[in-house]
T-cell receptor
Framework: DVKVTQSSRYLVKRTGEKVFLECVQD?????MFWYRQDPGLGLRLIYF???????EKGDIPEGYSVSREKKERFSLILESASTNQTSMYLC?????????????FGPGTRLTVL | GIQVEQSPPDLILQEGANSTLRCNFS?????LQWFHQNPWGQLINLFY???GTKQNGRLSATTVATERYSLLYISSSQTTDSGVYFCAVEDFGNEKLTFGTGTRLTIIP
């Protein structure tokens, strides 16, 4: 059974703190993604990675960075958290290329920045 | 980039009713997925359907790629079907999904 896990379901941080969100997948997928979800805006892509140590900016990368040191793990970093980064963060993974590249999602992390 | 529109934005139905959710997209796609987001925020994969028709129990989906739309059918709705349904597409040569803003479905007992 495919599995994507995220390090926390709920997280509360203070403005200015450095925040790490971790995602792990056990499907040997090459692609991994970070999205944020806000009411009325759907899901928006922050960053994605198609291989170890590779990353590409998505639609809203400002204020975020990522790290992919191992194939199964993709981390999202908020260098200095701000209140407008309060959101639901969702991680996903998929196979690279090929004909069938369905994305699978983790359970999400609801981050509140005070 | 590719645009994705879902309709209706909200739908309230009595238990047992049938429903049709629509997804329109602005360009040719390599991938189209339907998801159900449950009340806890988990996105559940319903269908991977860039073209054609698929069925899974009370749910079915049809994508008409040439006309750039997809439909999700839910028959004999149950309260557990409540939640937000998202359509997401990937255009050719780009392995990123673009999401619609979703349809919020509420099933009343």
């Amino acid at each position: 059974d495919v599995k994507v896990t995220q390090s926390s379901r709920y997280l509360v941080k203070r403005t200015g703190e450095k925040v790490f969100l971790e995602c792990v997948q056990d499907m040997d997928h090459e692609n991994m993604f970070w999205y944020r979800q806000d009411p009325g805006l759907g899901l928006r892509l922050i960053y994605f990675s198609y291989d170890v140590k590779m990353k590409e900016k998505g639609d809203i990368p400002e204020g975020y960075s990522v790290s992919r040191e191992k194939k199964e793990r993709f981390s999202l970093i908020l260098e200095s958290a701000s209140t407008n980064q309060t959101s639901m963060y969702l991680c996903a993974s998929s196979q690279r290329g090929g004909f069938y590249n369905e994305q699978f999602f983790g359970p999400g992390t609801r981050l509140t920045v005070l | 980039g590719i645009q994705v529109e879902q309709s209706p934005p909200d739908l309230i139905l009595q238990e047992g009713a049938n429903s049709t959710l629509r997804c329109n997209f602005s360009d040719s796609v390599n991938n189209l997925q339907w998801f159900h987001q449950n009340p806890w925020g988990q996105l559940i994969n319903l269908f991977y359907i860039p073209s054609g028709t698929k069925q899974n129990g009370r749910l079915s989906a049809t994508t008409v790629a040439t006309e750039r739309y997809s439909l999700l059918y839910i028959s004999s709705s149950q309260t557990t079907d409540s939640g937000v349904y998202f359509c997401a597409v990937e255009d050719f040569g780009n392995e990123k999904l673009t999401f619609g803003t979703g349809t919020r479905l509420t099933i009343i007992p």
